[in-house]
């Protein structure tokens, strides 16, 4: 059962602490997005990357947030440091290259910054 | 820049009854548009996917279309059953720089009634 695996689902954190979320992505995808869901903004995308580079990270804000793929496995986001408005929730999604290929999403990361 | 827009916001019909669920999109130079649900406090199940090359997709009750040249997709749910309660987003899929990028709507919250 081919999924895409977020951990932590809920993390709750002081401001000011590093927060880190992991994202395997379906094996042979090699497309990862993450994106943060919030009321009022809807779903915005954050950073992507493609075979392994980041293609587009204008979405992040460049002074607290980034975001890495170690290897075709592991995708991470980090912010440090946080604040009380870098709380949402944190999707990472994988697809393959293609027109006919769908998005699968994870579940989601549910960060709240006290 | 793409915008994606999904009307109407909310929408609640009794069980039984057919409905349409618009997206209209700003940019038709799109990849392909995919619909997705997500129930509350979860993430996105994947619903559809149309190729740019194709008016039109079917999975069970549910048929998509797609008119690229006029920005536009309908989800036709037929049938309502109380289990489609969720939200619903499309997602349109902008070819840019070599890869792929999705863009959402701020989705339609669809409550069926029993």
């Not at chain 1, 804000?61 to 496995?73: H, I, N, Y």
């Not at chain 2, 916001?9 to 999109?25: D, H, M, T």
């Not at chain 2, 997602?91 to 863009?103: D, F, H, M, S, T």
Request: proline share 5%; aromatic share 8%.
């Amino acid at each position: 059962d081919a999924r895409v695996t977020q951990t932590p689902r809920h993390k709750v954190t002081e401001m000011g602490q590093e927060v880190t979320m992991r994202c395997q992505p379906i094996l042979g995808h090699n497309t990862v997005f993450w994106y943060r869901q919030t009321m009022m903004q809807g779903l915005e995308l954050l950073a992507y990357f493609r075979n392994r580079a980041p293609l587009d990270d204008s979405g992040m804000p460049k002074d607290r947030f980034s975001a890495e793929m170690p290897d075709a496995t592991l995708a991470t986001l980090k912010i440090q440091p946080s604040e009380p408005r870098d709380s949402a929730v944190y999707f990472c999604a994988s697809a393959r290259t293609g027109s006919d290929t769908e998005a699968f999403f994870g579940q989601g990361t549910r960060l709240t910054v006290v | 820049k793409q915008e994606v827009t999904q009307i109407p916001a909310a929408l609640s019909v009794p069980e039984g009854e057919n409905l349409v669920l618009n997206c209209s999109f700003t940019d038709s130079a799109i990849y392909n548009l995919q619909w997705f649900r997500q129930d509350p406090g979860k993430g996105l199940t994947s619903l559809l996917l149309i190729q740019s090359s194709q008016r039109e997709q079917t999975s069970g009750r549910l048929n998509a279309s797609l008119d690229k040249s006029s920005g536009r997709s309908t989800l036709y749910i037929a049938a309502s059953q109380p289990g489609d309660s969720a939200t619903y987003l499309c997602a349109v899929n902008l070819l840019g720089r070599g890869a792929q990028k999705l863009v959402f709507g701020q989705g339609t919250r669809l409550t069926i009634n029993p």
